[in-house]
């Protein structure tokens, strides 16, 4: 740093776009680089299954009445195409932002656009005020078991393990975009279709939004298609076969 005459953050550049690849493969690909730590991971990650949280069917979520982390095991059957599969979010606290634009009055009863662009956090708690928008994954699957279907969404970190890229990435490869809607492809990225037909555990959260509007649409913690968690949790005597 003392001896850079210039920096450069988070740029689109070559270097920073292969420096973020090999981050990537870094931290999700080579993190069983030794026996031990990959048996931690495994081991941290069963844990967070099989001890975490409760084992429940589609078909009972719902009727759930206090806000907690849920297991389901189904098969991912549809992602759907009608809703973005990313949004814009605040670069300090993750949430999302809006954009718009200020409007000042004429005399004429007529408006001008006295600012464009204005950039604010929807997170009431975000004193944020150099505010950068990050594009993240908020991907909405179509999860299946034996009693029925549900909507979840998978977000950043889950995402980018499974594609080793991230959300903007993806977006600078498919730039053929639907404007009637923000990330609304006329058809979904390539890397998606490796998650259909595929059965995972996930684990769930059922919040306080979930119940007090009776939302069906439930955010992924984490998710794992390992057929040892898999099977521990038949073995348990959570799943029906």
């Known amino acids: 740093m003392f001896e850079a005459s210039r ?37 941290n990650v069963e844990e967070q299954f099989l001890n975490a949280g409760d084992f429940v069917y589609n078909a009972f979520i719902s009727s759930i009445e206090v806000e907690k982390k849920v297991v389901i095991v189904g098969t991912v059957i549809a992602i759907s195409n009608n809703k973005p599969w990313y949004y814009l979010a605040c670069n300090h606290c993750k949430k999302q932002i ?4 200020q409007l000042v009055e004429k005399e004429d009863g007529s408006f001008d656009v006295l600012d464009q662009n204005i950039i604010e956090c929807t997170n009431g708690d975000c004193e944020a005020v150099d505010i950068t928008p990050i594009h993240r994954y908020k991907i909405p699957l179509r999860v299946q078991d034996s009693t029925g279907t549900v909507s979840c969404t998978l977000f950043d970190y889950e995402a980018i393990k499974l594609f080793k890229k991230t959300a903007k990435q993806l977006l600078d490869v498919y730039t053929k975009v639907d404007s009637s809607t923000e990330g609304g492809f006329q058809t979904l990225p390539a890397e998606f279709d490796t998650l259909i037909n595929r059965k995972f555990a996930f684990q769930i959260k059922v919040s306080s939004y979930n119940i007090a509007n009776q939302s069906e649409n439930y955010g992924i913690s984490m998710l794992s298609s390992d057929d040892d968690i898999l099977s521990a949790l038949e073995k348990n005597g959570k799943l029906m076969r």
């Open 7 to 43: 920096l450069f953050m988070n740029s689109d550049i070559d270097e920073i776009r292969e420096f973020k690849e090999r981050y990537v493969e870094k931290e999700f690909s080579q993190s069983c680089s030794s026996k031990h730590s990959c048996s931690q991971v495994i081991s």
């Open 98 to 101: 809006e954009e718009r634009s």
